[in-house]
């Protein structure tokens, strides 16, 4: 599994609140990524890191913001969370000698905003 | 930039029976192709990538896909299913020249259902 963890697993919140998604991984990774899953979008890729305080966009990053303070986590925030976030999330990371963008994931977190 | 179509959102097919769940991409470049699946629940799982060599590859579970770079597709097989390779597939391409950066773009998914 490759080490990873994503907390919390599952969350229900509200609108408007903000909301932390966590990855933490245990392999001392340099590249890490959020998606998320929608049905009839797939995966698309929110933010990604490759290395600490090293960050850029994905395709789908309004809205979303990320932090990695060191190298086993990457956070993702919601400032302020609306109805459209609502989505699976998964965490992925890379090997670093691979340059192919294969990915090993977690297990997803699964948000609700009401 | 990259893109991946699963033409088809869903494909039932009885227990034994053979499969084939469709993937096409459009690339400008040479590209990597890689096929996951995801149990229900579950985060997703490496079936089987194409890297370079023999256009055949073979994966996890029996499965296999051909890459034809002339019909720039990466079409997933299995001669005969179970019921538990429900789940659902995601076909997926990064730039073969993209390096430190490169990134994996996802196709839609097909949801494989067997039925008894």
């Known amino acids: 599994d490759a080490g990873i963890t994503q907390s919390p697993r599952h969350k229900v919140t509200e609108t408007g609140t903000p909301v932390t998604l966590r990855c933490h991984q245990t392999?001392?990774?340099?590249?890490m990524y959020w998606y998320r899953q929608d049905p009839g979008h797939g995966l698309r890729l929110i933010h990604y890191?490759?290395?600490?305080?090293?960050?850029d966009k994905g395709e789908v990053s309004d809205g979303y913001s990320v932090s990695r303070s060191k190298t086993e986590d990457f956070l993702l925030t919601l400032e302020s969370a609306t109805s459209s976030q609502t989505s699976v999330y998964f965490c992925?990371?890379?090997?670093?000698?691979?340059?192919?963008?294969?990915?090993?994931f977690g297990e997803g977190s699964r948000l609700t905003v009401l | 930039a990259q893109s991946v179509t699963q033409l088809d959102s869903q494909v039932p097919v009885f227990e034994e029976a053979p499969v084939e769940l469709r993937c096409n991409y459009s690339?400008?470049?040479?590209?990597?192709l890689f096929w996951y699946v995801q149990y229900p629940n579950q985060g997703l799982q490496l079936l089987l990538k194409?890297?370079?060599?023999?256009?055949l590859v073979k994966g996890i579970n029996g499965f296999e896909a051909e890459f034809n770079k002339s019909q720039t597709s990466f079409h997933l097989r299995k001669p005969s299913v179970h019921i538990s390779d429900t789940a659902e597939y995601f076909c997926?391409?990064?730039?073969?020249?993209?390096?430190?950066?490169?990134?994996?773009?996802f196709g839609t998914g097909t949801l494989l259902a067997v039925q008894p």
């Open positions: 194409y890297l370079s060599g023999s256009t």
């Open positions: 392999e001392n990774h340099r590249y």
């Open positions: 992925a990371i890379r090997l670093a000698a691979s340059n192919t963008g294969e990915l090993f």
């Open positions: 997926a391409v990064s730039d073969m020249s993209g390096g430190a950066t490169n990134k994996l773009i």
């Open positions: 890191s490759y290395g600490v305080k090293d960050t």
């Open positions: 690339s400008s470049v040479s590209v990597y």
